[in-house]
């Protein structure tokens, strides 16, 4: 591509357009009809590793038609033109944020020219304009965006502009985290990896395609983050049809890519993944990034495996409006920059190469710059979220599974001989898989032998606590499969499965290794609804063992931190105390439509006193309904999990000394029974908070805040609560009898709380 000879400037504003015309706000009207692309002579590399491609003279590239080229350009500077559009309306105060996907255009449009909107699935991120414009966002759509507007197909007012979205493209909604969406984006491409081994699941799901592709993008600063690695390993390892594209622009904000990356260079750090076919581009050439995208496209669409894009690019504005790169780059180095910037590049390509001329291109200018006018003006004049929808879309709108529709525990008929929490949640996962084909079960050591060939000749793992025995010797390994040991690629594939139209439950195998998913489950997980005003959901099931009171625990294996969780919006959090109670809300769980934390305490998995015979296979205990476990009129206990037994005991001990205890289950943590809590403390007038996690900043304390600021007139004594010590847990006995509520700390507190 010949380019021009004077060094461009730094931060280029095209010219103003001359009188406005009538115009749609759809880019569409400006595009013509896509004409077939010319076919690549180069093949590309299958069935091996391919070493980085070469970028080649564009003189030697087969060149595609008029009516793509002008297609390439009308987008690329139709990208660019909005980003101007923010900036100055970000000058203006019109908008609060402006991030720009300035110097990417070219590698953008090409690779939204290789793909098909609505049919393959897209994870782009914040610098992916050009692309989302060309698989059909207009520009109306992504100013809506940029003013916050309730119509805003992305976000509907609730994220930044450039938080790309759009259901009906299968653009998935994009967060501000960096990396995140790698691991999703796998999940997707996984969801319909296994449904097409599934039968029933393949007609299940009706806009399966075999041949669809999932895109996901980066920037080079990305690469550093962990999930990256994570989605690349299992991406490989499952030979799924991923399209990775890495926009390379040099820098990460401020830290330039030799810092980021060993050598500098990313390629050549992940060129022996296999299966994985690697390409390099010049991403400021669109007819070299073309070819390229094409390559890639159709190397997965073959189901030969991933496919990686290296795509140098320039980044001519700074990180974002916030962001002052002359702060930290040279002159010179902007220069350089500047001169390769693929709009003007293009520009001049067209006119030497006689595709159109000066006045032909001014022309398509001029209408380009009225349609972002006219759309900016329409933006500005659309209307704002009501304030009352705040909170719309934490939960699912359409499945309440607080309602009387999940409570089939009244007069439930039991049968068969007593089983314990491992017994009943083991058959819940049994009865549900086999009702709903879409629920896939996966995490550490969950399959019973994941080399199938000794599948007959062993006993079976099932879980370190056997919760998952025989699930894949009944549904076999394309529904119940072991993960890599990585909490984060755990979570982040199921989100991608779920928004993929499959019911993923999965097992973290300790609550305290949780920590490497937290990322996925506050930032991914939770908000996918709030955050895409309902247009995309992620109801994802996370088993957790959880708790101490197992010898020898200590604290990487006896944690019980769930007030982190439970001040999480949009995330629904249970913890069961018994057998029949783990079978039916874990049911409800599964049959919901929100996330779910699933909270299993492993002391209680196979004790003698919490069995259960089996309840029917479609027993439901509903979210937000408490129990009363032992009646009282003196004083009231709530407890949940394992300080439920411990409180009964306790109370036992009172109901000696004449004291008649009453205690609450609560059952459910997201969302609790108020209105059992109202009742029990209006009739005892004392309040006992009994729970296992730390005393200071816990769970109990939001329960005493609200009880104490609604509930004050009907209490004769201060609420009091029984916690566990602000400390870890020991490994020695008698510093964990310590460190955790016993019974006798609780019958303390019930003399205290009597005598007051």
Known sequence: MKTETKVLKLVRKSEDSGEPAEATKEVASVAAPPEPLSASTEKATSGQNSRPVAARSPAKLPLPNRGVLLEMY???????????????????????????????????????????????????????????????????????????????????????????????????????????????????????????????????????????????????????????????????????????????????????????????????????????????????DPVESLETMRRAVDYCRKRKGPSFVHAKVIRPYSHSLSDDERLYRSDEERAADAARDPVKRFTAFLIDEGVIDREGLQRIKDEIDRIIADAADEALASAQPARESATDYVFSPDVDPTSKQFDTETDVQLSGNPGTMVDLINRCLHTEMARDPRIVVFGEDVADCSREQYLDGVK?????????????????????????????????????????????????????????????IRNELAPMRWRSGNEWKAPVVIRVPVGGYLKGGALYHSQSGVSTFTQIPGLRVIYPSNALDANGLLRTSIRCDDPVLFLEHKHLY????????????????????????????????????????????AAKQAEQEGVSVEVVDLRSLVPYDWNAIVASVKKTNRVIIAHEDSLSFGYGAELAARIGSELFEYLDAPVKRVCALDTFVGYAPQLEDAILPQPADVAKAIAEVRAY
């Open 606 to 649: 196979r004790q003698a006193y919490n069995k259960s015979q089996y309840p029917p296979d479609d027993f439901m205990i509903p979210f937000g309904k408490a129990k009363i476990v032992r009646e009282g009129k003196d004083i009231t206990i709530i407890a949940y999990g394992a300080l439920v037994q411990r409180s009964i005991v």
């Open 460 to 520: 079976g793992k099932g879980g370190v606590f056997k919760v998952t025995a025989n699930l894949q010797r009944k549904f076999g390994s394309a529904r119940v499969f072991n993960s890599p040991l990585a909490e984060a690629n755990i979570v982040g594939r199921a989100i991608g499965m779920a928004a993929r139209g499959l019911k993923p439950v999965v097992e973290i195998q300790f609550f305290d290794y949780i920590w490497p998913a937290m990322h996925q």
């Open 74 to 284: 009308r987008t690329m500077y139709l990208s660019r033109r909005i980003d101007d559009k923010e900036i100055q309306l970000k000058g203006q105060n019109k908008i609060y944020f402006q991030i720009s996907g300035a110097g990417h255009e070219a590698v953008l449009v090409a690779a939204a020219m290789a793909l098909k909107p609505g049919y393959d699935w897209f994870y782009p991120y914040y610098r992916d304009r050009a692309l989302c414009l060309q698989l059909g966002m207009t520009p109306y759509e992504q100013l809506l965006a940029s003013v916050g507007a309730a119509d805003d197909p992305n976000s509907h007012g609730r994220q930044m502009p450039s938080h790309w979205g759009h259901k009906r493209l299968n653009i998935v909604s994009q967060s501000s985290p960096t990396g995140t969406q790698l691991l999703q984006a796998v999940g997707c491409a996984e969801g319909a990896y296994r449904a097409m081994l599934v039968p029933q699941l393949k007609r299940l799901l009706k806009d399966l395609r075999p041949d669809e592709v999932v895109y996901v993008s980066l920037g080079d600063g990305t690469s550093s983050e962990g999930e990256f690695w994570e989605a690349l390993n299992t991406a490989c390892n499952l030979k799924l049809p991923v399209v990775f594209l890495l926009e390379d622009n040099g820098y990460a904000i401020s830290v330039p890519i030799e810092v980021q990356t060993a050598g500098g260079d990313l390629s050549k750090l992940i060129e022996n993944f296999p299966s994985l076919y690697l390409q390099r581009c010049d991403g400021t």
